[in-house]
């Protein structure tokens, strides 16, 4: 039988496994030229729940939160929008464990849910922190693609977030 806490937790461990390859990714993020008109970089985060998988993406925004492109300025600086990660498995399931968990999914789906935030965006933060974050002089907020709120990681607190 599954429970919220085994399922955090082997959430948390499958994710800390390919932390050092989004650390790698974001110290080169945090070395690009952007645009001077960039004044806050969008982590967003695409999941795939019938695979587990998580990609991340960033996107380059203006004061307005509306995306820049460096095409606008030539090739001097970036903009625009990126992939972070690809395909990060979050979870791995057994075979002769499907039916079990999608029932344990489908009776705690909010549960699911909430774990998956709690969980990705500690982990996406910690990254950040280790990847040198702090000294990053732009505004930066991670958060689930089509969601309303972000997790605002300087300031360390959630808000309406429209990108």
């Not at 990714?25 to 587990?52: D, G």
């Not at 300025?73 to 979870?91: C, L, N, Q, R, T």
């Amino acid at each position: 039988m599954f429970s919220i806490q085994d399922y955090t937790e082997a959430v948390s461990v499958s994710l800390e496994k390919h932390a050092e390859d989004v650390i790698a990714e974001l110290k080169q993020i945090f070395q690009l030229p952007f645009l001077p008109e960039v004044e806050k970089i969008a982590f967003r985060f695409f999941k795939e729940p019938m695979a587990f998988e998580l990609t991340i993406m960033y996107y380059a925004l203006d004061a307005d939160g509306k995306e820049r492109y460096y095409e606008e300025m030539g090739d001097k600086y970036a903009g625009g929008s990126e992939e972070v990660a690809e395909e990060i498995p979050y979870f791995q399931l057994p075979d002769r464990a499907t039916d079990s968990f999608e029932a344990f999914r489908e009776l705690q789906e909010d549960a699911v849910e909430k774990a998956d935030e709690q969980v990705m965006i500690a982990w996406f933060s910690e990254c950040y922190k280790r990847a040198g974050g702090e000294a990053f002089s732009l505004e930066v907020s991670v958060g689930f693609h089509d969601d309303v709120k972000a997790y605002f990681i300087k300031r360390g607190e959630w808000a309406e977030d429209r990108r």
